[in-house]
Structure formats: C-alpha cells, structure tokens
T-cell receptor, first 112, second 114 residues
C-alpha cells in the first residue's frame, strides 16, 4: 500500500534558524499538500502543490513538488516560537478521490 | 477557526460501549470526511460523505458507521468500543468533495476508552 515517510521525525531548533523537512512516497502523487497541526487542534493547510517541479511560498514557508512526483520538501525560514507543531505532508489517496493520505509527521520544537 | 465544529471535545467511556461523534461542516460545504489519529497509525481516512451519500470509504472498521443528514451535519458512530479505539477523531469538510479541493479540519474529538 501507499506509504508517506517524513524525515526527520522530530527537530529541535533555535529561534531564528531555518528548517528543512521532506516527505517521500512509495508511489506517485499528483498533488502534494503540507499541513500543520498545533497541539489540541486539527490540521491546517499551509501549502498546496499541483505540478512536478513547482515551488510555492507562503510567507516564511516554501514547499517544492519533487520532479519524480514521489517526494516533496518544506522549508521554514527564520523560525519563531509559534512554528512549534507537527507538520504533515499529504496527498489524495486515489484516482478521482479527495480523501487524503497523510505522512508520518515531523514534530518541530523551537527553542526561544 | 476553520468553521468546522465538532462535539464533544472530549469523551471518556468504557470498553463495549457505543458513542456518537458529531460534526457540522463549514457553511455551504457539501462534503464531510472523517479521520482517525492514533499514536501508532497516524492520521487515517475513515469515510467521506457528499450531500448525504457515502462517497468514499477508507480504513473504517465494521463496528464504526457514519451518516450525513439533510442539514449536512454528520455523525460518526463507534460501537463495541475497544481500548485501541482511543484516538483523536477529526472531521473535515470541503465544498464539493472533488479531487484537489481543500479540506478544512475541525478541532477534533478526543476519545478515551477505559
């Protein structure tokens, strides 16, 4: 079955540092989504990617859709304490479907 | 605030019992999705409804069922509860349920089965 593996599993960084995380799939995705989940809350969509090679930014966040369509990357620049949370990659699980298949998550801790 | 509401926020119950989780989608959204988040399985899709009809099914156990009512709110029924059913249950909604539509997640219901 499909697997979306995220790395690293967790990160501890100093405030102001840049962060990079990635997501790799065992199969091709035609859409890559990046969500953030704050403690006690539901996931919130950060960035959506629809085309191989696409690079999209949302403020301090930048995400890329890998050329092979089997991976995606998320970068956060100049981290701040409110960046703390779990970051998930996700993609539609099948042809014609909109239900999402989520990655294993990267837990980010920002040390002030 | 995503506009999706879920009740209750927390639920504690015993093994063998039955519970109902409720979700109200964003105003105007016709599609509702249910997801389960557990420590060992991560976030997993359970089931999707579109305008009252089941649209897609994921890893939903036979002990679980859902429905979407004419006013578009949805309920997830969990019966014969087991310890392993303890998890966060999220509801999400989207306008039409079509591929690529953004899903907006509610705050979740935390279920603890003792």
């Amino acid at each position: 079955g499909q697997q979306l593996n995220q790395s690293p599993q967790s990160m501890f960084i100093q405030e102001g540092e840049d962060v990079s995380m990635n997501c790799t799939s065992s199969s091709i995705f035609n859409t890559w989504l990046w969500y953030k989940q704050d403690p006690g809350e539901g996931p919130v969509l950060l960035i959506a990617l629809y085309k191989a090679g696409e690079l999209t930014s949302n403020g301090r966040l930048t995400a890329q859709f890998g050329i092979t369509r089997k991976d995606s990357f998320l970068n956060i620049s100049a981290s701040i304490p409110s960046d703390v949370g779990i970051y998930f990659c996700a993609g539609p699980s099948g042809a014609g479907a909109n239900n999402l298949f989520f990655g294993t998550g990267t837990r980010l801790t920002v040390i002030p | 605030d995503s506009g999706v509401t879920q009740t209750p926020k927390h639920l504690i119950t015993a093994t063998g019992q039955r519970v109902t989780l409720r979700c109200s989608p964003r105003s105007g959204d016709l599609s509702v999705y249910w997801y389960q988040q557990s420590l060992d399985q991560g976030l997993q899709f359970l089931i999707q409804y579109y305008n009252g009809e089941e649209r897609a099914k994921g890893n939903i156990l036979e002990r679980f069922s859902a429905q979407q009512f004419p006013d578009l709110h949805s309920e997830l029924n969990l019966s014969s509860l087991e310890l392993g059913d303890s998890a966060l249950y999220f509801c999400a909604s989207s306008p039409g349920g079509g591929r690529g539509e953004t899903q907006y997640f509610g705050p979740g219901t935390r279920l603890l089965v003792l």
